[in-house]
């Protein structure tokens, strides 16, 4: 059965740390791993990787996808209390249906 | 560009009622995707539409239906309401349907039932 697993399942950090968050998957025909960041309400696109290796980045955030080992961390530098929030992390395997993992919650502290 | 948009953002309602949700895609989007997030479940596919046509279907019972119509939008429904159905239920669109595409979701209908 295709699944995801996110750890640690919540953080609190104060600002300025650095977090890294953690996505393994077991997916059948895997297309591509999704990043999303959920606040209060709908979950905001972060990033997609299609290929190991290469990062991505935005800002403060990047994300790399290691395909062989079959996971992905996001990374956030320097902290802000405006980074509290739901990371998800999601996989698309065979077809269009993303499957989610738990979500890991952050907590930053002033 | 206008982002997903769901209606209505809240709904109560009772066992055994029916109800529907509508979901209005991102512009040229033509895939619609439904979710249904629980805090002891986390975020699970109900189906996709694209083109009119359901392409892809989750693990929910018959009670839940879907369809979109020639302008992209789509409407999802859900009949006999059990108290377990109660969730944030999340729409998403997606360019073409490609897999290499992101979906983008919208805030989201939080749906009640007493």
């Known amino acids: 059965e295709d699944k995801v697993v996110q750890s640690p399942l919540s953080l609190v950090v104060h600002e300025g740390d650095t977090v890294t968050l953690n996505c393994s998957y077991e997916?059948?025909?895997?297309?591509?791993l999704l990043w999303y960041k959920q606040e209060k309400k709908a979950p905001t696109f972060l990033f997609m990787l299609?290929?190991?290796?290469i990062e991505k980045k935005s800002g403060r955030l990047s994300s790399i996808l290691d395909k062989k080992e079959l996971f992905s961390i996001l990374n956030i530098t320097a902290t802000q209390t405006g980074d509290s929030a739901i990371y998800l992390c999601?996989?698309?395997?065979?077809?269009?249906?993303?499957?989610f993992g738990t979500g890991t919650l952050l907590a930053v502290q002033p | 560009k206008a982002g997903v948009t769901q209606t209505p953002r809240y709904l109560i309602k009772t066992r055994g009622q029916q109800v529907t949700l509508s979901c209005s895609p991102i512009?040229?989007?033509?895939?619609v995707s439904w979710y249904q997030q629980t805090p002891g479940q986390g975020l699970q596919f109900l189906f996709e539409?694209?083109?009119?046509?359901?392409?892809n279907k989750g693990n929910f019972p018959g009670r839940f239906s879907g369809r979109q119509f020639s302008n992209s939008r789509s409407e999802m429904n859900v009949s006999t309401l059990e108290l377990g159905d109660s969730a944030l239920y999340l729409c998403?669109?997606?360019?073409?349907?490609?897999?290499?595409?992101?979906?983008?979701f919208g805030d989201g209908t939080r749906l009640s039932i007493l």
């Open positions: 998403a669109s997606s360019l073409e349907g490609d897999r290499n595409q992101p979906q983008h």
């Open positions: 997916v059948t025909n895997f297309r591509s």
């Open positions: 299609t290929s190991s290796g």
């Open positions: 999601a996989v698309s395997g065979a077809t269009n249906k993303l499957i």
């Open positions: 512009s040229g989007h033509r895939s």
């Open positions: 539409y694209f083109s009119e046509t359901q392409r």
